[in-house]
C-alpha cells in the first residue's frame, strides 16, 4: 500500500492507479475462483476413488496404481492450497495434530534467542518463564566414505628382527573394493527397494563415485554365494510349519545363446501363522526355476506333509497325490481366485448368478476379517456355524445354475471350475489354520514383480538365483519388522569373519537385531 502522504495530487493519475488495483484484485478473484474450482475436482476425484478402493468394487484398480493416483491428487490439493494460502495469507490452515517423531532419531538443538533490549520500564534483567519447542524432520543425503585402514610393522630395536603385525580384518570378498555395508546397501537397494544396478550406477556417479554395473553384478554373486545356506534354512523352517502358501511368477531370464529372454518362474512358499495364533515368524523363501513343471514344486518341499494353500494350478496337485512316497499334503484352495472370476462377470453385467455370488461371498471376508489371530479351534468352531451355510448356499445355486445354463456360456465355465474343488475349497471350515485365501504369498510376491518391471529381466540363470537367494532373506526381514540394510551388514560381516556352520540358526533374519 501506498503512504497516502506519498499519493499524487493529479486526478488522472489517481484514478489510473484506482483502475489498476481494481484489475488486480479482480485478476486474484479469478485465480482464487480457478484453484477452488481445481480443488473441488480433485477431492470429489479423491472421494471417487476411496469409494471404488474400499467399495464393492475393490478390484477395479490395481494397488499399487491406486496408491500412486493417490498421491498425485494429494500433491495437487496442496500445491492448490499453498497457491491459496500465499495469495491470502487468512486462509492459513492451522497446523494438525501429528504424531511424534521416533524417539530413536538423533536431535539436532536449534536455540533461538531473542534480541533482548531494556524493558519498558528501564530494567535489563530478565528472567526466563518458558519456551515454545516445535520438532521438524531432517535427512542428511548418503554419501560415500573411504575406510582407510592402517597396520603398522613393530620389529625389535635391538635386533631389527621379530617384526610383529595385526592381522588383515576379515572381508567377503577378499583385496575387494567394498565394505560389507557397501555390499548390503546395493543389495537392499535392487532386491527390496526395486532399484536395479543401472539406476543405482546414476546415482552413485552425482557423487563422482564410478562403479560400474558389472563391478556391482559381481559383488551380488558373491553376497548370493554366502548366503546360500541361509535362504536354504529359511526354506527348511517354512517346510517344518503346519502350513504352506505356494505362488509363481514369470522372470525374464535373459538367454545368450538366442540374444533375447526366456521364459523362467520364480516360484514363491511363506509361512505365516499369525492369523492363527501361532507365534512362529513369518518367513517367505524363492526359488528361481527355468519351469513351471510339478517337479519343481514336489522338489521343493520334499518331505513336507502338512496343508498347501494354493490357487487353481495343476503343477501342485501332484503333492497331493495318495501314491506321493512321502504323504501327500493337504491341498487347501483359494476363494479369492474364485472371486475374481465371477467379479470379472459382475463388472461386465452378463450375469445376476455373479453378482449374487460376489456379494454372498463378500460375508466370508467380513467374518474372516473378525475371527483373525484367534485360535485355530475358535475359528473353526465360528466358520462352522457362520460359514457352512454360506458355502453350502453358494455350491447349491451354483449346481442348479449350471443345470440351466449353455454349457458354452462363462458362467458355466466359471461354475465347473469351482464344482471339482469343493472339498479343497471348503476345507477351511474343517481347519481353522487354513485361510480363506491365499493372499498372504501374493503379497510376498508383488515386492519381486516391482522389481522384475524396473529389472526388465535377470541376466542369467545364475542372476536368478542370486536374486531368489538375496530376496528371500530380505523379505523375511522385512515381514518381521527388522531393517534388512542392518541385518545383512552384520550378517555379511558375521560370515566374513568365519561364522560356524552349527549357528547357522543364529542369523535368521526375524531375530531381533543386537542392541
Known amino acids: 500500500m501506498t503512504p497516502a502522504a506519498d499519493l499524487s495530487d493529479d486526478p488522472e493519475t489517481l484514478k489510473a492507479m484506482l483502475v489498476a488495483a481494481q484489475g488486480e484484485i479482480a485478476q486474484l478473484k479469478a485465480m482464487n475462483a480457478d484453484a477452488e474450482a481445481r480443488m473441488e475436482r480433485l477431492t470429489l476425484l479423491l472421494k471417487a476413488l476411496e469409494r471404488a478402493r474400499y467399495g464393492r468394487r475393490s478390484e477395479t484398480l490395481d494397488p499399487e496404481q491406486h496408491a500412486f493416483v493417490f498421491e498425485e491428487i494429494e500433491t495437487g490439493v496442496a500445491a492448490i492450497e499453498a497457491s491459496l494460502e500465499a495469495a491470502n495469507p487468512a486462509r492459513a490452515r492451522t497446523p494438525r495434530p501429528r504424531k511424534a517423531l521416533p524417539s530413536h532419531l538423533p536431535r539436532i538443538e536449534v536455540l533461538i534467542e531473542p534480541d533482548a533490549g531494556p524493558c519498558a520500564c528501564g530494567s535489563h534483567d530478565r528472567v526466563r518463564i518458558g519456551e515454545d519447542v516445535t520438532e521438524r524432520l531432517d535427512v542428511v543425503p548418503a554419501k560415500f566414505r573411504v575406510i582407510v585402514t592402517r597396520r603398522p610393522k613393530y620389529g625389535c630395536k635391538a635386533c631389527r628382527d621379530n ?28 532386491y527390496a527397494d526395486g532399484l536395479p544396478l543401472y539406476r543405482q550406477d546414476d546415482i552413485y556417479r552425482r557423487d563422482g563415485v564410478e562403479l560400474g554395473r558389472n563391478l556391482m553384478a559381481g559383488w551380488m554373486g558373491h553376497v548370493g554365494f554366502h548366503l546360500e545356506p541361509l535362504a536354504a534354512r529359511v526354506l527348511d523352517h517354512i517346510r517344518a510349519g503346519p502350513r504352506i502358501f505356494a505362488d509363481e511368477t514369470t522372470l525374464p531370464t535373459l538367454d545368450p545363446g538366442r540374444g533375447r529372454t526366456k521364459s523362467a518362474w520364480l516360484w514363491a512358499y511363506a509361512r505365516d501363522d499369525r492369523p492363527f495364533g501361532g507365534a512362529d515368524p513369518p518367513m517367505v523363501a524363492y526359488r528361481f526355476e527355468d519351469g513351471r513343471g ?113 454349457r458354452k ?85 558375521r560370515i566374513a569373519a568365519g561364522w560356524p556352520n552349527r549357528q547357522i540358526d543364529d542369523l535368521m533374519p526375524w531375530l531381533p537385531l543386537p542392541a
Open 409 to 493: 456360456a462363462k458362467t458355466a465355465e466359471v461354475i465347473r471350475y469351482a464344482l471339482p474343488r469343493r472339498a479343497a475349497l471348503a476345507r477351511f471350515l474343517h481347519d481353522g489354520r487354513v485361510e480363506l485365501d491365499s493372499n498372504i504369498v501374493e503379497r510376498a510376491i508383488r515386492p519381486q514383480t516391482i522389481t522384475r518391471k524396473n529389472a526388465l529381466f535377470a541376466g542369467s540363470d545364475a542372476g536368478g538365483r542370486t536374486w531368489a537367494t538375496i530376496a528371500t532373506l530380505l523379505t523375511t526381514a522385512k515381514l518381521n519388522g527388522v531393517d534388512p540394510h542392518a541385518w545383512l551388514t552384520l550378517t555379511l560381516e
Open 294 to 406: 510339478g517337479d519343481h514344486p514336489a522338489r521343493h518341499l520334499a518331505g513336507f506333509t502338512g496343508i498347501l494353500q494354493v490357487d487353481g494350478y495343476t503343477a501342485y496337485k501332484r503333492l497331493g497325490d495318495p501314491a506321493r512316497s512321502a504323504a501327500p499334503v493337504t491341498l487347501a484352495a483359494c476363494w479369492a481366485h474364485l472371486r475374481r472370476k465371477f467379479y470379472e462377470l459382475h463388472v461386465a453385467g452378463s450375469s445376476r448368478t455373479a453378482t449374487w455370488t460376489v456379494e454372498r461371498m463378500a460375508a466370508l471376508w467380513h467374518l474372516e476379517a473378525e475371527i483373525r489371530g484367534r485360535p485355530a479351534e475358535a475359528r473353526q468352531g465360528v466358520r462352522q456355524k457362520m460359514a457352512a451355510p454360506i458355502v453350502a448356499e453358494l455350491f447349491e445355486r451354483w449346481t442348479g445354475e449350471l443345470a440351466r445354463i449353455p
Open 163 to 190: 617384526i610383529v603385525q595385526a592381522p588383515a580384518s576379515a572381508r567377503l570378498i577378499e583385496a575387494g573394493l567394498p565394505t560389507e555395508a557397501l555390499l548390503a546397501h546395493v543389495a537392499v537397494s535392487k
